[in-house]
């Protein structure tokens, strides 16, 4: 599986709570962020390391994800260029430890924006310029209290703004926004700590679509849906107790305790690691194809059975990942002509997370930016789920094109959008109430 499969523990994320840094002022906040961040996380790094050799699993990443920073700064940020200062600690923190990412400059705001949540969120553009590490979410909506139209109009225009002030438009690969965004997710960029966690607790994501590949395309070629189930579920158990294994030895050795295993399916650029190879080996011809959503509904079921046999605390987003650039798969697809945007927003409906990666023309307008955050925010309240748009405007890029990111993010094809326009819808101002169903008390 790991040699030859691409089977790893995607990250290890240590999440830890800020909520005793707030201060009245932004230099002794930021002084607090960053003593705590380190301390707490000094070993990460060498800890997730010697794990990886003396069991024999690759640890890809570690990361840290925080405490949404429009809270910690509530008390001392006054302008956007405030919380920018706590964005900087947070990458020297990161650069410090040795991290890849930290999670968590984010804004919750599914009902409406405090002062200090939109002065956060009008910070983004310039926070994402001046940082390499810090990753940024803003969750607009929840089945529990509808979905906040004023943020996300605000959301399309800061996507835009965003992607004019970084290279490569690169920033919008590090936000997110989000619909009931929970509150342990170890992947980026969606990470934070929510309020509700410990001090401190150590989250894992597993990873394996390439294993599950394998064993399909080795044992599953003509059998019906009854084995093809019972294949994947199996396959998720083993692929989810690694993950328990190394979370519980990274708790352990960091004396901070166990939180969650998220079990997604989540694939990168290299070539066999791809959940688009998954549903072909199902029998599509290219993801997009009709039949596409019920495979990607099987699948998603059969991992999460498999893995909450195998550990207590299954949590954050648990499923399979179907970001654009990031797998080589969809990628294929895209250039086929068989994938497009809405054909992945009613993928969405049915797995982990929404409309990931997705590369756009730079002329996109910000109200058409926004009525796709929408859609994907009404997908993930009706249906109780987290749904989450990372969708990246290329300045200069034209459909056709295509725009290199670089590492775990890949390479994307210039997807087009509607050229019909929501503007008025977006103008208007309030939220969408919740749905009936979410009355359960």
């Known amino acids: 599986m790991i040699l030859e499969e691409n089977l790893d523990v995607r990250t290890i994320t240590m999440g ?34 010697d794990i990886g050799r ?35 600690t947070l ?61 996300v109009r605000l959301m399309g225009e800061i996507v835009k703004e965003t992607a004019a002030k970084t290279k490569s438009s690169i920033g919008c690969a590090k936000l997110v926004v989000l619909c009931n965004a929970p509150d342990d997710n170890p992947f ?26 394998h064993v399909l395309r080795h044992t599953c070629r003509g059998v019906g849906f009854e084995t093809l189930c019972e294949t994947i579920k199996k ?55 009709p039949g596409t959503t019920a495979a990607l509904a099987l699948l998603n079921d059969q991992v999460k059975k498999g893995g909450v046999m195998a550990s207590s605390y299954v949590g954050g987003l648990s499923g ?6 990031e797998d080589q798969g969809m990628i294929d697809a895209v250039n086929a002509g068989a994938l497009t945007i809405e054909k992945l927003e009613a993928m969405t409906c049915v797995c982990s997370v929404g409309l990931d990666m997705i590369a756009v ?3 996109t307008s910000a109200s058409t930016i926004s009525g796709i955050i929408a859609d994907e925010a009404a997908i993930g309240m009706v249906n109780q789920k ?39 819808m977006i103008a208007r101002k309030g939220r969408i109430p919740a749905p009936i169903h979410s009355f359960k008390n």
């Open 188 to 213: 980026m960029a969606g990470a934070f700590h929510g309020v509700s966690e410990a001090d401190a607790v150590i989250n894992v994501g597993v990873s394996g679509p390439g294993v599950v590949n």
């Open 91 to 151: 990458d020297r923190a990161a650069k410090k430890l040795g991290i890849n990412f930290i999670g968590g400059y984010s804004a919750i705001v599914s009902k409406g924006m405090t002062p200090a949540d939109e002065l956060l969120i009008r910070s983004i553009p310039e926070a994402m310029a001046a940082t390499e590490r810090v990753c940024s979410s803003v969750n607009v909506g929840s089945t529990k209290t509808g979905i906040d139209m004023d943020a």
């Open 16 to 49: 830890i709570s800020l909520l005793d840094c707030a201060d009245a002022s932004v230099k002794k906040t930021c002084d607090k962020i960053y003593a705590k961040i380190t301390r707490l996380a000094k070993d990460l790094v060498k800890t997730g390391d």
């Open 320 to 325: 399979a990942f179907i970001p654009v650039s």
């Open 235 to 289: 396959t998720a158990f083993k692929i989810t107790r690694v993950g328990q294994l190394v979370a519980q030895e990274a708790s352990k050795r960091l004396g901070v305790p166990f939180g969650i295993i998220d079990l997604s399916l989540a694939p990168t650029p290299a070539i066999g690691d791809s959940v688009a190879d998954i549903l072909r080996e199902i029998g599509l011809d290219h993801p997009g194809a």
């Open 361 to 363: 023309p730079g002329s």
């Open 386 to 424: 987290t749904t989450a748009v990372r969708i990246i405007p290329v300045a200069g890029k034209k459909v056709g094109d295509s725009v290199e990111f670089g590492g775990l993010l890949g390479h994307a094809p210039v997807m087009s959008v509607s050229k019909f326009s929501c503007e008025r």
């Open 54 to 88: 003396e069991f024999g699993i690759p640890v890809v990443n570690k990361r840290v994800s925080i405490t949404p920073a429009a809270i910690v700064g509530s008390a001392c940020c006054k302008k956007p260029s405030d919380f920018v200062k706590i964005a900087k």
